[in-house]
């Protein structure tokens, strides 16, 4: 079988040819893929900075650097599984709840193709109708979920679906399997001393971002891995997850953030979990003024695919 391959830096220069992730050959649909890369591109779940609705274009222009070949954990993923990117869920900018409809159903159609999606968002609210989608499926999933906030509001503005309630939600859907979801980098001001209880009472494992400083995070990893075990696990990293000196570009900053080097270590630590899809939230190109924040979440999605089942080591 020929795999497709990134359009090469030595056959086209960076800055030029197709605008998908990493240069990789585009098509319509999942079918005849193991993994695909797909935008969700909506803001309209936002709280407060606003610009998502571009981070799937920016994302994939940064992901022109990203070379096929991974230097540190010697994967080659593109020798492995058919990947392709298929474009953008065509969200209703003018109404959330009829968006997340219509990404529930785009989801359905990926995995009605047995595809592992790799979603380029857009704001947090996406990832509720992509595990209503892993759920039909795979039943409740595992989750591990990279983020400075616990998104577990029960409310925001009096609406019951937006980018800080998906996790709540998804608890109250029976969508996760809540003693495999561990939720890490945690962290900012409160409204009270009790807010990040609700998710230990669900029995997930809670990190603070506290408890990540000054350390790598591979001894956490393992922990983890143990903590999700065969089962099916959903990976979902929020930008904002990093301290905004690495990633400014997006919308609702928290200072004592993780590093680029811990979120690379977060997720190569998912080598051999049963991943079945991940998400990359919350990049905001209007903040990200040097595009960093863009190319940081281009090269996470990549590593994202490199831990993805199937995937040989050398
Ligand atoms: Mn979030
Ligand atoms: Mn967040």
């Known amino acids: ?46 709280s407060h900075r606003s610009g998502t609705r571009f981070g799937p274009r920016q994302i994939r222009a940064e992901s022109a650097m990203l070379r096929p070949y991974n230097m540190a954990t010697r994967v080659s993923p593109f020798d492995h599984l058919q990947v392709a990117d298929i474009g953008d869920v065509a969200v209703n900018t003018f109404n959330l709840v009829k968006s997340v409809e219509i990404i529930e159903k785009h989801f359905d159609q990926i995995l009605a ?72 980098g945690l962290r900012g001001t409160g409204y009270a001393d009790d807010d990040f209880d609700w998710p230990r009472e669900q029995g997930f494992r809670v990190v603070t971002a506290e408890e990540c400083w000054h350390k790598s995070l591979t001894p956490l990893m393992a922990e983890v891995r143990e903590q999700v075990g065969a089962g099916p696990v959903y990976l979902s990293f929020d930008i904002d997850s990093l301290d905004p000196a690495f990633a400014p570009g997006t919308g609702t900053l928290e200072i004592g953030g993780l590093t680029t080097i811990q979120g690379l270590e977060i997720i190569r630590g998912l080598a051999g979990v049963n991943l079945v899809g991940a998400d990359l939230v919350e990049v905001s190109p209007p903040y990200d003024q040097a595009g960093g924040t863009a190319l940081i979440g281009a090269n996470l999605l990549y590593e994202m695919l490199c831990v993805m089942p199937g995937v040989k080591s050398a």
């Open 1 to 46: 079988m020929d795999f497709n391959q990134p359009l090469g830096g030595n056959e086209m220069p960076r800055f030029a040819g197709p605008t998908t992730m990493m240069r990789l050959p585009a098509q319509d649909t999942a079918e005849g893929l193991d993994a695909c890369f797909v935008g969700v591109p909506m803001d309209i779940g936002t």
């Open 113 to 184: 193709h047995d595809c592992i999606p790799l979603a380029l968002g857009g704001d947090h609210t996406l990832t509720l109708p992509i595990l209503r989608a892993m759920a039909k499926k795979y039943g409740p999933v595992g989750l591990v979920h990279v983020d400075a906030h616990a998104d577990i509001n029960e409310h925001m503005f009096g609406e019951a679906i937006a980018h800080g309630t998906p996790f709540r939600r998804a608890v109250e859907e029976g969508l996760l399997d809540s003693k495999r979801v561990a939720q890490i």
